[in-house]
């Protein structure tokens, strides 16, 4: 398997602009995660979808942040309008399901889309 | 909320060194944990998963071990390389992965 595959892996772009970074999960894993990195906060949770559905987006730090996934093979998470303080690592995850028996419960990560808002 | 942190947060020892890097976590009730190493400008790599019901796991090197009633794990490193300076992370897992805020490690040819 290919792994976790996340586009683009550089985003340069001004404030106010409209960002799209795309994911496409391990084939099978019915988590798939959204995360951002920056070195004051560390990694953060965005959102997470179980077969597709999100289940809690409490990570989502405003409305400009918009998630989606529309099959099991690709999500998405949008950011409009930019601003400088979404300058960070995006990074996509997916896992088996989170445990269960005879199931390692394992996570998994993509390479990373760096996003920076001028 | 489960918290988990990482003590310290950065660590520097001579090439050869054997070395441990902790990770605390305050709500026991966990399925797994799981220990990363993030290089500059990567993603995270799994190294290491240990099961709730498991004490420790090894991989070359590595051994991990897991102790749920006092919350805490530790990443084992024999024989330290230089390539084995990276970023360290650990998470718990609950209802959804937790993670530490990670150990930067740098090994000194």
């Known amino acids: 398997d290919a792994g976790v595959i996340q586009s683009p892996r550089h985003e340069v772009t001004e404030m106010g602009q409209e960002v799209t970074l795309r994911c496409k999960p391990i084939s099978g894993h019915d988590y798939l995660f959204w995360y951002r990195q920056t070195m004051m906060r560390g990694l953060e949770l965005l959102i997470y979808f179980n077969n597709n559905v999100p289940i809690d987006d409490s990570g989502m730090p405003e409305d400009r942040f918009s998630a989606k996934m529309p099959n099991a093979s690709f999500s998405t998470l949008k950011i409009q309008p930019s601003e400088p303080r979404d300058s960070a690592v995006y990074f996509c995850?997916?896992?088996?399901?989170?445990?269960?028996?005879?199931?390692?419960?394992?996570?998994?990560f993509g390479e990373g889309s760096r996003l920076t808002v001028l | 909320k489960q918290e988990v942190t990482q003590i310290p947060a950065a660590l520097s020892v001579p090439e050869g060194e054997n070395l441990v890097l902790n990770c605390s976590f305050t709500d026991s009730a966990i399925y797994n944990l799981q220990w990363f190493r993030q290089d500059p400008g990567k993603g995270l790599t799994s190294l290491l998963l240990?099961?709730?019901?498991?004490r420790e796991q090894t991989s070359g090197r590595l051994n991990a071990s897991l102790d749920k009633s006092s919350g805490r794990s530790t990443l084992y490193i024999a024989a330290s390389q230089p390539g084995d300076s990276a970023t360290y992370l650990c998470a718990v897992t609950g209802n959804q992965f937790y993670f530490g805020t990670g150990t930067s490690l740098t090994v000194i040819p």
């Open positions: 995850a997916s896992s088996p399901r989170l445990q269960g028996l005879g199931n390692t419960g394992e996570l998994f």
């Open positions: 240990i099961q709730s019901s498991q």
